[in-house]
């Protein structure tokens, strides 16, 4: 992958031709493998990849507009790989070395990264039970914390390690992973990320996710028994958090990215429906439905909807790339605050257009077999995976009393 022009064209290409059997995927259930395999194929999942390790490093604003551009196709597809990014992103700022050699490596070579990092039945969701612990007898870790900076070598056989156990849900990716990262916690209680193979003895992937929405993300369960994890694949990544930091601003960049895809998606849908199958109202006088001032006056407010936020997207990947460029308190605040209105005004848009397409496009859009409705399942589902009503929170206090967001992964 040379470069961002390159990136974006490419995944036009993969959502045009993933877009295809979308809808019979979903209604099937038919777990996107082959097109996952493609995408890996095809270098866009190492575009994060700084140039000094041979990746093309595209900035937040490509790398969103890829997001947006694969939602628009199928939004389950878009959804995988979001958290394989936000762990390429843990390398980059907290990898030693010899990690980022040989992850980046892994990335450029097609592996994928899944996710196990939430946990259900625990008080909330930064509540994090699954546990680090040091490898008992000589070669442990020694003194019950996983280290802030391992030397690792490229091959993983740094003495010391640990056993990881632990049980994770809406494991998004996990299932076709070849590493899964684990965020799990120390005897010191601190935030680590542990990048464990997939097929390692102790770790089964279920797939169990049963949603209404998103159904082919096989976002299941991670069961974690005693698995071995050395030292070297081991990433304090409690230390992201103690500085200015982008790491919530382009998790959250992306699910504001496959929200602003869906809505776009649905309204390309309510078009070709409205144009091609709707009959017009008998009271509005007109041949075709199109013609209607009612209707074309909701296609104007849809547009709007849409419109505004692919604009707040793109704004807040541009904040994202300034605050990169120049990483400060007031650079990452600033980042954080446009993102989260990009995600208000996407998942606003997602919900509310996915709605809207059976208003404007009558009885017939509701028959199962067209399966119009897995765009609002979807953005009903995925919309769900922070609540904004705390992002308006946040800018609101940010407008008004100049208060910095906190430091999370989810803002």
Known sequence: MADDAEALALARELADDFRAEAAERDRERRLPRAELDRLSASGLLGVTVPRAHGGADVSARTLAEIFRLLAT????????????????????RQGTPAQQEFFFGEVLAGRRFGNAQSEAGTKHVQDIRTRLTPLPG????????????????????????????????????????????????????????????????????????DGMGQRT????????????????????????????????????????????????????????FVRTKSRPWFESGYETAAEDP?????????????????????????????????????????????????????????????????????????????????HWRDARTHTLHDPVRWKVQHIGRYVLSGTRPPRHGLL
């Open 294 to 374: 009612l209707l074309i006056q909701r296609f104007g407010e849809l547009a709007l909807q849409v419109r505004a936020a692919e604009a707040l997207l793109n704004a807040a990947a541009d904040a994202v790339d300034t605050a990169a460029a120049d990483l400060t308190d007031d650079s990452a605040a600033e980042a954080s605050i446009a993102v989260a209105a990009a995600k208000v005004q996407a998942a606003e848009a997602a919900v509310g257009t996915s709605s809207a397409l059976f208003e404007v496009a009558g009885t017939r859009a509701a028959l199962d077999s067209l399966n119009l409705n897995r």
């Open 73 to 92: 196709a199928d939004a389950s597809l878009a959804q995988i790989p979001q958290s394989h990014f936000v762990y390429i992103n843990v390398l980059r």
């Open 217 to 272: 993300t096989a976002s299941g369960t991670v069961r974690l028994t005693e698995v071995v994890v050395p030292a070297d694949r081991v990433v304090p990544h409690h230390l992201t958090f103690q500085g200015p930091q982008l790491h919530g601003a382009v998790a959250q960049l992306l699910h504001a990215a496959i929200d602003a895809g869906i809505a776009s998606a649905a309204l390309a849908e309510a078009v070709t």
């Open 138 to 209: 000589p070669g442990g870790a020694g003194d019950g914390s996983a280290p802030d900076a391992p030397d690792a070598p490229e091959e993983g056989g740094q003495e010391g390690g640990y056993l990881l156990s632990g049980e994770k849900h809406y494991s998004t990716g996990a299932l076709f992973a070849d590493w899964i990262p684990v965020l799990a916690r120390a005897e010191d209680d601190a935030l680590h990320v542990a990048y464990v193979p997939r097929d390692a003895p102790g770790v089964t992937v279920v797939d169990d996710w």
